[in-house]
């Protein structure tokens, strides 16, 4: 069932094959109704290299097909996420003193610029790179400059060209998503100044495997990082980490700072997670097992769930059109029998089906009109968020089904 081993993208070490969620499309692949083309399916297994501990997919999804100009997914579509980026930023223009004249902040996938705009607002000279048009053009709009391209050691070195190193890379939820990801680390150390530094954010394989929350396993996330393995890939290409902090978006991140190698202070808090990881036996195949155990269980009590609401005449809704359900909804055999719709407030996913299971995709205005029983959150790392600006569905009776970290209802 695990298949075969594959080989790391990182240090060609040995990937052991450790969690396989078998067919699934592409995960914003979303599909107009009349569509009649064939949908492409790749399987989805994920391993673990016996050498830098970098958990990744043993196949690929070509990036072309998940990252183009028609691109989805959108930054500022959740306002507690867009209050992130701008502490974020601000926090980075006091530490890194980007007031200074001639500092330069990249953003590495940008989007729709909502990162940037705090840039633009403190009077950060700022560049954005992102290969999506779509969301380029909404960070343009607004007044940033974005190239719409994807980052790699060329992309690095023609900025640095016309721009001058850079003080600051920052990326968010999107190092994991290239699988040339050595290619972007050799980039940024073409880019960075003598003292700059790259930040970036990306969901944390150990509260992955502490919430088994492997919805956060799809096409996209060809990596899901560790520190072990950040530290590990930053060396290989030159650089140091120095730096890692837990954050709670996403159901749990971690921020990583990497400059170059004695420029920086390495913080205690980089060999401490490391030695975390080593206890949990997060690089260890067999200690996974248990974690593969309790996505099967999961996956049979939600869909248990659902199947016996469904038989009571419950109406069941989906919450958010993310790109983690597909693999929810693939994986556990979601269909319309047991969910009627999703609803989205992103404008560019509504209307259409979600990959695979062909759910249809409705605006918020469908979820209150008559609101359903239940409402299966699918976006659950905004629970918080969602659940206040739900009130009204709560109070008149509603109840939140939700699988992270086990299935449960509020
Ligand atoms: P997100 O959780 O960022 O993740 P993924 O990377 O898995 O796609 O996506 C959130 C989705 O939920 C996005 O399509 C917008 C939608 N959404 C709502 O419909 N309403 C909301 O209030 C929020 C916060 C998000
Ligand atoms: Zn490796």
Redesign the pocket.
């Known amino acids: 069932m695990r298949g075969d081993s594959a080989t790391c993208r990182i240090c060609a070490g040995r990937v052991d094959p450790w969690c396989d969620f078998g067919r699934q499309p592409v995960s914003q692949a979303f599909r107009s109704p009349g569509e009649t083309a064939d949908e492409y399916f790749y399987r989805l297994t994920i391993g673990v290299c016996a050498v830098c501990t970098m958990v990744q997919h043993v196949e690929r999804v070509p990036p072309a097909m998940m990252f183009h100009a028609d691109y989805p997914?959108r930054s500022g579509?959740?306002a507690a996420m867009a209050r992130h980026f701008e502490q974020t930023a601000e926090q980075l223009v006091a530490d890194e003193r980007l007031t200074r004249r001639d500092a330069l902040a990249v953003e590495i996938g940008c989007n729709d610029g909502t990162m940037l705009a705090a840039f633009r607002r403190a009077g950060v000279r700022h560049l954005g790179i992102d290969p999506s048009r779509a969301a380029a053009d909404i960070a343009r709009d607004a007044g940033s400059p974005v190239r719409v391209e994807f980052f790699s050691e060329a992309t690095a070195s023609a900025v640095r060209t016309t721009e001058g190193p850079a003080d600051v890379v920052f990326s968010a939820n999107t190092i994991s998503h290239i699988a040339d990801v050595c290619d972007v680390f050799r980039g940024v150390a073409t880019l960075l100044a003598p003292n700059g530094v790259f930040v970036f954010e990306d969901r944390y394989i150990g509260d992955i495997v502490r919430q088994t929350s492997f919805d956060q396993i799809y096409d996209e996330h060809c990596f899901l990082f560790g520190v072990r393995s950040v530290a590990e890939l930053a060396a290989r290409c030159g650089l140091e980490l120095v730096d890692a902090v837990p954050i709670p978006v996403?159901g749990g991140s971690i921020r990583y700072t990497v400059a170059r190698p004695g420029t920086r202070t390495a913080s205690p808090q980089v060999a401490r997670l490391a030695e975390d990881e080593r206890e949990q036996g997060l690089h260890d195949p067999e200690r996974l097992r248990a974690f593969e155990q309790r996505v099967t269980a999961t996956r049979d009590e939600l869909v248990g769930l659902l199947t016996k609401l469904r038989a009571q005449g419950a109406r069941v809704v989906g919450?958010?059109?993310?790109?983690?359900s597909a693999t929810v909804t693939n994986f556990c055999g979601i269909g319309t029998d047991l969910v009627e719709f999703v609803?989205?407030?992103?404008p560019e996913?509504q209307g259409l089906l979600t990959p695979g299971m062909h759910l249809p995709v409705r605006p918020?205005s469908a979820f209150c009109d008559p609101y359903p029983d239940y409402a299966l959150l699918f976006?659950w790392?905004?629970a918080e968020?969602?659940l206040a600006?739900e009130r009204a569905f709560s109070e008149q009776g509603g109840r939140w089904i939700l699988y992270v970290p086990k299935v449960h209802i509020v």
């Open positions: 997914f579509s959740s996403h919450y958010g059109a993310t790109a983690k609803s989205d407030s992103t996913k918020p976006a790392n905004h968020e969602i600006k």
